[in-house]
């Protein structure tokens, strides 16, 4: 479904050099989750990915079901069925949390051909995809992530994937600054979204994550690049070990 190719990427402004040829392939129906010390490039595969500006390719592909992503402006990846949680959640005063989901699902609907959500069919959808995700009604009503906590945030990055539906869906540190609890209720939502037609990208600092989300197929990222891939055992590696430990391993 995605297939990264020798992807290198340089900050626009500065001669920083910052990924130095990821190679990744990540199948359908697949969870595939990224660890790796901080500062490696994960955050910045993530933004490339879904067309951030202020980056620069040198070199490399990144393809989804064969079309290249990164011809593509940052709406036409989301309408071809890629998202991205940010390990930063956007605050966006003036816009109404229920008001910016609405209008996302429907242009994505429209970049698709699809017909647009009807208000009532939108409210059945989003109350009982919000209640799952213990989102209350005050928080619908409220400006995009503004004065939300970090855990509310996350779960909110989860409402919004679960209501575009992806094909694609990347998580940057969704559980960074959360509790126990709401890391519970977010691996949840996820879950719930695992389907055979849809692949996640799930990049986090910490095992811990992965005792809730079960990846498939785990990557170690140093340096700008994927330097081991391994099961699910190499996160408990990683646990126990540290990732000196393994990062001395394969240099
Ligand atoms: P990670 O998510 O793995 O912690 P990042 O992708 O956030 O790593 O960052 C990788 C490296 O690139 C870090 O050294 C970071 O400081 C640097 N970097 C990323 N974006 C920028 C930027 N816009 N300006 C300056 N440095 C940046
Ligand atoms: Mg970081
Ligand atoms: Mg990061």
Known sequence: MLKIENLHVKLEEEDKVILK???????AGKVHAIMGPNGSGKSTLSYVLAG????????GSAQLDGVELLDMDPEERAAAGLFLAFQYPVEIPGVGNMTFLRTAVNAQRKARGEEEMSAGEFLKVIREKAKALKIDADMM??????????GEKKRNEILQMAML???????????????????????????????????????????????????????????????????????LEVERNGYAGILSEVA
């Open 21 to 27: 040829g990821v190679d990744l392939t990540v199948e």
């Open 52 to 59: 951030r500006d202020g980056y620069e390719v040198t070199e």
């Open 141 to 150: 009503k409220r400006p995009v992530n503004v004065g939300f906590s970090g």
């Open 165 to 235: 539906e992806p094909r694609m869906c990347i998580l940057d540190e969704t559980d960074s600054g959360l509790d126990v609890d709401a890391m519970k209720l977010v691996s949840e939502g996820v879950n719930a979204l695992r389907d055979a037609g849809r692949a996640f990208l799930v990049i986090t600092h910490y095992q811990r994550l992965l005792d809730h989300i079960k990846p498939d197929v785990v990557h170690i990222m140093a340096d700008g690049r994927i330097v081991k891939t391994g099961g699910p055992e190499l996160a």
